[in-house]
């Protein structure tokens, strides 16, 4: 056997009998929470489609006529071919809902973090992350090659230690956190963290990838990146903040300058969805109304964000229990490492504008039925 081939092959056994291989299983989007897998119907609790705009009418009837005006492709980065004249309504559209001065959209959010921190801060520099943010924010910490220091989840007096023995030492600093965390659910304390960075003379990234069109924020970071793939039920990313923040990004963050511009169809999609939750300011409250509600018929603590996790422990448990959901009509897909730490496992159910009452009342019920919560730790 080929020596590329053999490597592979055991790689792949190694994460099978770890119960952490993964692949992609067919699934068609009927409606926002309704899907076909292996020829049945489930109801999806995991899509980060929390609104349900990528089934949007109006969002379609827009992204269709994009496409006839402009072409399926955009042809070059938005350097070289120039900006779509949809580009400028899109920023305009974010800097608005974001309550921004600015805004500058990449490719997606993962090109986005990748972009933003290695422009901001490199050699010399200082960056202190919460120690759950996403893999994308760590891999923009990596290509940054800033000295990078995480401090315990949410943990204010860690993120204060952290800083009081090492800010000195550095030119920048950069505080990395979350709005609403990915896989927990739960805020991060973004007053305090303020605070603690006006102390210290560093400046704040938040990540409200989870947030955007579900959960409003009192206060705001100086670098606010998101996605357009989640609520927005589209697809891209950005980041928000002051007009000389966006202007340096565009001459500056390396995955705006060498990846093509989005297509036209996806921007125009993405501008109709963000009309949508401006209008819209029921719809945009119902996935954490629809979250308290499940919390509240299991007896769980009330949820801070429409994503709440239930966790198993072990990976093979995890995949026995989603099955078993599955079995029942619900696909909850079980969160393994490395996404999130080993041991830690979970159930992450999340909750859309589109579920109704009963959908939520027969997952409670299920279970409830099943007794999981019982032996198992619930979190958030
Ligand atoms: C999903 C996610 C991203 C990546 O966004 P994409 O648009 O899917 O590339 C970045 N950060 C966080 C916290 C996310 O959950």
Redesign the pocket.
């Known amino acids: 056997m080929p020596a590329l081939e053999k490597f592979l092959i055991s790689e792949i056994e190694a994460l099978v009998s770890a119960h952490l291989l993964r692949s992609p299983e067919v699934t068609e989007n009927l409606d926002g929470v309704r899907v076909i897998r292996n020829g049945r119907e489930l109801i999806s609790f995991c899509s ?1 489609d929390y609104l349900g705009l990528s089934k949007n009418e109006m969002v379609i009837e827009e992204a269709i006529s994009a496409l006839w005006q402009f072409g399926a492709g955009s042809g070059a980065s938005r350097l070289v071919t120039g900006n779509n004249p949809l580009y400028g309504k899109l920023e305009a559209a974010i800097a608005r809902v974001k309550g921004a001065e600015s805004a500058c959209v990449f490719g ?6 990748i972009g933003v921190i290695p422009a901001l801060v490199g050699k010399g520099d200082l960056i202190v992350s919460d120690r759950l ?2 893999a ?2 760590i891999d923009g910490i990596k290509l940054s090659g800033a000295e990078h220091k995480r401090y315990s989840h949410n943990s204010l007096d860690n993120l204060s230690n952290i800083l009081e023995n090492n800010r000195k030492l550095h030119k920048s600093c950069l505080i990395i956190t ?1 709005t609403i965390f ?1 896989m927990d659910g739960d805020k991060s304390p973004l007053p305090d963290i303020m605070e603690i960075a006006k102390k210290y003379d560093a400046w704040v990234m938040t ?1 409200d ?2 947030g955007m069109g579900v959960i409003k924020h009192d206060i705001n970071a100086n670098i606010r ?1 998101g ?4 609520a927005v039920g589209s ?3 950005y980041v928000c903040g002051s007009k000389a923040l966006v202007d340096y990004m565009k001459s500056s963050a390396r995955s705006l300058i060498y990846s093509t511009a989005l297509p036209p169809a996806t921007l125009a999609a993405s501008i109709a969805a963000l009309e949508i939750m401006e209008s819209d300011s029921e719809l945009c409250k119902k996935p954490l109304e629809n979250a308290k509600m499940f919390a509240s018929e299991l007896g769980m603590k009330e949820p801070e964000s429409q994503i709440v996790p239930i966790i198993i422990g072990e990976a093979e448990k995890a995949i026995s229990c989603s099955k078993e959901l599955e079995e029942a009509g619900f696909l909850v897909t079980a969160i393994r490492p490395p996404t999130v730490p080993k041991g830690t496992s979970r159930l992450r159910l999340t909750f859309s504008a589109l579920h109704e009452e009963d959908d939520i009342l027969r997952l409670a019920d299920f279970i409830k039925s099943k007794g999981w919560l019982e032996h198992l730790k619930v979190a958030a």
């Open positions: 980060n997606s959010g993962y090109l986005a973090n943010v996403h994308s924010i979350e990915s990540d990838a989870h990146v996605t357009l793939s989640k697809y891209g990313g």
